[in-house]
Each structure stands twice: as structure tokens, then as C-alpha cells.
């Protein structure tokens, strides 16, 4: 990964998908195919004009090797043309990313990496405040619900819904086995690989706080017993964020202004009806 500082003063991180090999590779070969690179380019920069939090494409390089796939899972390997795509977000760090320092007791490594991540992306929380890991937590839960809430706005299926693939600043990333629904379908997988349908598009917001729940996981060696059971709290709190937002968002797309307590049955009602045209 690579900073660059912008004309205005933003920074930002150039990393290169399919460049090959790396030490995280977890024994592939680092290698992209061009198919996915060019959909990856195509909807990361989509995405972004439909002003939902993502990471930019910036170039895509077709490379001369050839990459053999089995593109649906069933033993069907083929050869195909390779690809780079250089793409650039404000951090590429995960709730895998602090996961993995917890499972290994890296603890001191843990509280560092955080304070790096709240210095340079959560401004509004204060480096000496003993509450800042609580903070920090609370708002990657509601701007982690408000995501998946303008994911589901525009019928966008991830496909790989896992700890490593959840950004700590709530920005789509890692576009690999993703769809848009063409008509509503809460089963719809864009993943073929996913077999038992845990990553379909109806179940995203559920694997939101699975994740959620694995960061506090890694956040409770760093944390004091009043501050665990705050965390707690505030966790459980996830699903009114999302629910919020989703109706918010949903309300906008109907042009229903003001509150009203049919809202909800009326959103609800019409996805029912869709499911069934």
C-alpha cells in the first residue's frame, strides 16, 4: 500500500489488486482476471456517483500472464487474460484487521494500530479520552448500518460478507463475487460459491452485526468492565440504526414526506408485491 497526498490536502492509499503474490496471499496466487477487474473498476466508481461509500478505481492494466480459474466453482478451470486494477481508498484497514492483533495477544500492537486509525480517520474523538475505543466503536456501528442500509437501497449484494471484507471506515470493498438485483429477491446470491446462501442480499444487515459483534470481541482486552457493558449496549442499538435508515431511504425513493405510521406497513407491503411480480 501506498499514501499520496491530493491537491487538497486528502490522503488517500493506492493498492494494487492482481498484482501477484503477496505475504497474504493465503496460498493464491495474487493474480486478477480481467473480467472481474473490469467489473470491480466499473462498479467501485458506480458506486461512488450513487453516493455510496466505496473505494475508487484509479487504472486498470492488462497484464500478459495468463490466469486459470474455474469462474463457477464446478471443476471447469480455464485459462484466462490478467489483469491489475489500481485502486485507492482513505484506509484500507478492516474489522479483520484488529481481529487478527486480539486473536494473537498482540495487544499492545492492537491499542496502537487504533490510535493510528482514530488520529487519522475520527477526528472528533480525543486521542487522551479514556472512552475513545467506546466511541470509536459506536460510530463504526451506525455508519456500519447506515452502508449496508444504501447497499440495500440500490439492490446490491456484496457476495462475501466476512470480517476481512468489512471496512473500519464502512466503505464497500474487496468488489469480488458482488451483484445488483434485477428484481427484488431478499434470496438473491450473487456468489456461486456460497452454497448455503449466508452472504444473500436479505441476510446482509444480520452479517453486519455478526461482524460487529467479532470487533467488540477483539475490542473487550482493551476495555473495562463498565465500558464492556456499554459496548454491549450500544451494540444492541445496531438494528435501529440500520432499520432507520433503511425506512429513511426507502421513504425518499417513494416521495413520502413527514412521519407517518403506515410508512412502514406501505415499504414493507411493496417489497412483499415485488417479490411476487
Known amino acids: 500500500i501506498l499514501m499520496v497526498f491530493c491537491r487538497h490536502g486528502e490522503r488517500w492509499e493506492l493498492q494494487l489488486k492482481g498484482s501477484g503474490k503477496t505475504p497474504y496471499s493465503r496460498n493464491g496466487d495474487g493474480r486478477a482476471v480481467l473480467r ?15 453516493g455510496i461509500p466505496t473505494s475508487r478505481a484509479a487504472s486498470l492494466v492488462v497484464s500478459d500472464d495468463d490466469v486459470w480459474r474455474d469462474q463457477f466453482y464446478n471443476g471447469n478451470i480455464k485459462k484466462e487474460r490478467g489483469a491489475v486494477v489500481l485502486r485507492l481508498a482513505k ?18 500492537l492492537q491499542r496502537r494500530l487504533l490510535d493510528f486509525i482514530i488520529q487519522e480517520h475520527f477526528p472528533s474523538i480525543a486521542l487522551n479520552d479514556s472512552n475513545r475505543y467506546l466511541e470509536f ?32 471506515l464502512s466503505i464497500t470493498i474487496d468488489y469480488g463475487p458482488f451483484g445488483f438485483m434485477d428484481s427484488y429477491d431478499p434470496n438473491f446470491v450473487p456468489n456461486t460459491s456460497d452454497d448455503e446462501r449466508r452472504y444473500k442480499i436479505g441476510n446482509q444487515a444480520n452479517v453486519g452485526l455478526f461482524n460487529l459483534s467479532k470487533l467488540l470481541q477483539a475490542l473487550k482486552p482493551l476495555l ?51 417479490l411476487l411480480c
Open 36 to 50: 472481474s477487474s473490469v467489473r470491480e473498476f466499473l462498479c467501485s466508481e458506480a458506486m461512488h456517483y450513487l
Open 91 to 108: 484506509s484500507w484497514f478492516r474489522i479483520g484487521s484488529i481481529e487478527i492483533l486480539a486473536h494473537s495477544g498482540e495487544l499492545d
Open 137 to 168: 466503536f459506536s460510530m463504526v456501528i451506525s455508519e456500519t448500518a447506515n452502508l449496508i442500509a444504501l447497499w440495500m437501497s440500490v439492490g446490491f449484494a456484496h457476495g462475501v460478507c466476512n470480517t476481512d471484507n468489512f471496512s473500519l
Open 224 to 274: 473495562d468492565p463498565r465500558q464492556k457493558q456499554l459496548a454491549s449496549q450500544i451494540l444492541e442499538g445496531y438494528g435501529e440504526h440500520y432499520y432507520s435508515r433503511f425506512t429513511e431511504l426507502f421513504k425518499e425513493k417513494l416521495g413520502l414526506l413527514g412521519e407517518n405510521e403506515n410508512d412502514n406497513h406501505m415499504i414493507a407491503f411493496l417489497l412483499k408485491v415485488s
